[in-house]
């Protein structure tokens, strides 16, 4: 099943969603956060709480904003420290943690040495990431990788152990991706919480502890139901970059990275996003974890078909911020729904139309497809034939990351047996229509054609648009998911700050060089 | 209704009247086989079911056993005697409304929204107050006769009720959505008790909407209105308008 689009058009649609994205990332280049400098901090060695409970890095970042030394970068700051007092940066930020001293109190050591301790540092940074990378990419090779679509599912108890039950269970059935939803507004905290956690509100606390219980959970399954389990968090909120970064050190293969859905639809300050989405990216690009993009969310709120070309728009943007931060495509989820009201005419053509639209603008990517959400009822029969067609659209048209539709969706978070039916529900439709894509050829100028083709175009239109008033102004105006957001407003917009003259961050310039991007 | 009906021992109707069939799912976690049957079975029994079919079990991974039941209740009820908490809504189109609004008050209903607490989800808010709607039922921001801030997901009581406070709320409009542990109770509660410490709960309309919420657990929780699932932007319109017309 192929889709005729006007390749001149595609061209121009990358091309303006480059120029957009060029000039934001200007604005990130001359900035970085206080989340970027924890996530140094992290990676630099630093973990743990200190009496009061809170996370060191937050301490020893806090320390140094609040001495006026920010604007230097925190790996100066660490490094520095490590110098002055002979510590480890653990054994730093834990002194710092008690109040012993305050790193910008600390004499200036001998500039040559404190350069060197930077080095030291980021060289077992990168290290301990690529060995963690390097061990996935050999378990999947050996392990092998499932047949896409691959089935996604989600775990929400609020306790990591039941977590690792239903997990347990899911991929038993026949998951090969395992998500673990986040306790509801997670992504609002300024910090990562410490520790494994067993209570939680609609998910599990995403912090390093569960990530690597869920992770040594999978990889004793895996092996049994012999393929692959990937594991999947979410880097959305105030903590993305440091979300990467313990995804990367724990393992992770996926992570929900979207370079705008927190400013939409977390309300959180939109030059944090820009900035905090680049290095989380960085990480992932580096660390072979894929990103999965949120443009689903978009026709939850707006219109699913008057309003798919801001679905094209966003893809096309979030592959240009994605391709900034040198990442290979096959590490693109780009995001897409199924969420047209099922009383619609022909409500099924639109869903292929856009869903291979997708696929098609994408080659190399692998596409997330997100099931209904919307107009799913309480009637559980009706919402079970719902997610049969979306399975059916999904396998039609060649999608890679498929995250199953629950019967029981908007009523409570999955049950046992939900997430089985689910998963059975997709393995007959994938296997039953096996070759059913490939054996189609679309109507010349037929209803699925033409919608594609104006869908694009109407993205292009857009993205002129966007381009002429700039991507900022354009989310100011209520362009994605009929949602505006002010430059100024936000959370987390006193976490922004222009890096000075002598700001320093090897760890990001390495991976940067390392990736081909940046200066 | 039918003929013949006993409502004084009302059951469900599966093929026939009163034949009492249901049916039912669920998960045991013991492994497959007779002893997981019959340990189904006597379980449906345990309540007051007889007629006991599992039409299917099967393994569905690490020890949990899935099966799917039909069985006959053996209970019946009183329909004669139920008696429900509704809320009572006349319909009125949005014409009506807005006249209806200006003529006796003179002015725009502030309505202020939210998702409380931990909720992240504004399907259902959106959908009553958003231009748009609900299948074509338009929201409340397309009324002239209401003046709509729909403050989003997961606004802390505190927060919402000091944005009440700041606006001049005439109704606050909570949705629950998805909820675990029963925790949109708790936050529910939290909003009623806040809205009574400050002195502010007699002099707004409260509502609560969400697919888990009836008027009685509303009532209950010291709200003025439920709306379950399904329910239509035109209906809360309705109340609102009726309620405040009458209160002024």
Not at chain 2, 138 to 161: C, D, H, M, W
């Amino acid at each position: 099943m192929r889709l005729e689009l006007d390749g001149e058009m595609i061209e121009r649609a990358r091309k303006l969603a480059k120029e957009v994205t060029d000039e934001v990332q200007k604005f990130i280049g001359l900035r970085s956060t206080d989340s970027v400098e924890r996530t140094v901090a992290r990676l630099f060695g630093i973990d743990g709480v200190n009496s009061e409970g809170a996370p060191l890095p937050n301490v020893v970042v806090d320390d140094v904003k609040a001495g006026g030394g920010l604007k230097r970068g925190i790996s100066y700051w660490i490094a520095n420290g490590c110098v002055a007092k002979n510590l480890d940066p653990q054994k730093l930020a834990e002194a710092v943690g008690r109040k012993e001293f305050s790193l910008v109190k600390l004499p200036p050591q001998n500039e040559d040495l404190v350069a060197e301790k930077m080095d030291e540092l980021t060289a077992k940074a990168i290290e301990k990431i690529e060995s963690v990378r390097d061990k996935r990419d050999k378990m999947l090779e050996e392990l092998g990788d499932p047949k896409k679509p691959y089935i996604y599912v989600i775990v929400a108890t609020g306790n990591i152990y039941e977590d690792v039950i239903q997990a347990r269970a899911a991929v038993r059935e026949g998951a090969d991706i395992i998500a673990v939803i986040r306790s509801t507004a997670q992504s609002l905290l300024d910090f990562i919480p410490y520790g494994l956690t067993t209570e939680g509100y609609g998910g599990t606390y995403a912090t390093q502890a569960n990530f690597k219980i869920m992770r040594e959970a999978l990889d004793d399954i895996a092996p049994k139901v012999g393929r692959y389990v990937r594991l999947t968090n979410y880097a959305s909120g105030l903590c993305m970059p440091e979300i990467s970064a313990i995804a990367a050190l724990e393992g992770l293969d996926m992570l929900l990275n979207d370079s705008m859905y927190g400013i939409l639809f977390r309300n959180i300050n939109m030059m944090r996003t820009f900035v905090d989405q680049y290095t989380s990216r960085l990480i992932c690009a580096f660390s072979h974890i894929t990103i999965n993009t949120g443009e689903d969310n978009y026709i939850k709120t707006s219109d699913p078909i008057e309003r798919a070309h801001t679905v094209t728009t966003s893809q096309l943007i979030n592959e240009q911020f994605a391709l900034k931060a040198g990442m290979d495509p096959k590490y693109m989820g780009i995001g897409h729904a199924f969420e047209i009201d099922p009383d619609v005419e022909n409500g099924f053509l639109y869903e292929i139309s856009h869903a291979l639209l997708t696929r098609t603008l994408f080659p190399y990517a692998t596409p997330k497809y997100m099931p209904p959400t919307r107009y799913m009822t309480g009637n559980i029969f009706k919402g079970y034939a719902q997610n049969t067609l979306y399975n059916l659209v999904s396998i039609m048209t060649d999608q890679s990351i498929h995250l199953l539709g629950m019967l029981t969706e908007a009523i409570h978070t999955p049950l046992v047996q939900d997430r089985y039916l689910a998963i059975s529900n997709a393995k007959y439709v994938f296997n039953n229509a096996a070759s059913l894509g490939s054996e189609i050829e679309l109507k010349k100028d037929g209803f699925i054609q033409r919608e594609a083709q104006k869908v694009l175009e109407n993205a292009v239109s857009l993205l002129e648009h966007v381009k002429e008033v700039g991507l900022m102004t354009a989310i100011e105006e209520g362009t994605f998911a009929d949602i505006s957001r002010r430059m100024d407003e936000g959370k987390g917009a006193d976490g922004v700050f222009i890096k000075s003259e002598d700001y320093s961050n090897p760890f990001i310039e390495e991976i940067e060089r390392v990736l081909g991007v940046g200066r | 209704m039918i003929h013949n009906i006993d409502l004084e021992h009302l059951r469900p109707y599966g093929d026939q009247l009163n034949d009492g069939v249901i049916q039912l799912s669920f998960t045991l976690p013991v492994p497959q086989g007779a002893k997981a049957r019959e340990a189904a079975k006597k379980l449906i029994e345990s309540m007051g079911f007889s007629d006991v079919q599992i039409v299917h079990s099967e393994d569905i991974g690490e020890d949990f056993t899935f099966f799917v039941i039909y069985a006959k209740t053996t209970g019946y009820v009183n329909y004669k005697e139920i008696k429900t908490l509704e809320v009572e809504v006349p319909k009125m189109g949005m014409e009506e409304i807005n006249e209806k609004v200006f003529k006796y008050l003179k002015r725009q209903i502030v309505v202020v929204g939210a998702t409380i607490g931990s909720d992240a989800h504004t399907v259902g808010l959106d959908s009553i107050l958003n231009m748009k709607g609900y299948h074509g039922d338009s929201g409340l921001e397309r009324y002239k006769a209401f003046k709509v801030y729909n403050l989003g997901s997961q606004i802390p009581p505190v927060e919402l009720v000091r944005k009440a406070r700041e606006y001049k709320a005439d109704v606050i409009l909570v949705s629950q959505i998805v909820t675990q542990r029963d925790i949109h109770i708790k936050q529910l509660t939290e909003l009623a008790d806040i809205l009574d410490a400050e002195k502010l709960r007699d002099k707004v309309l409260l509502i609560v909407g969400g697919p888990r919420i009836t008027h009685e657990l509303a009532v209950e929780l010291g709200y003025d209105a439920g709306f379950g699932a399904g329910t239509m932007p035109s209906e809360v319109a309705s109340y609102i308008v009726e309620k405040m017309v009458k209160i002024s």
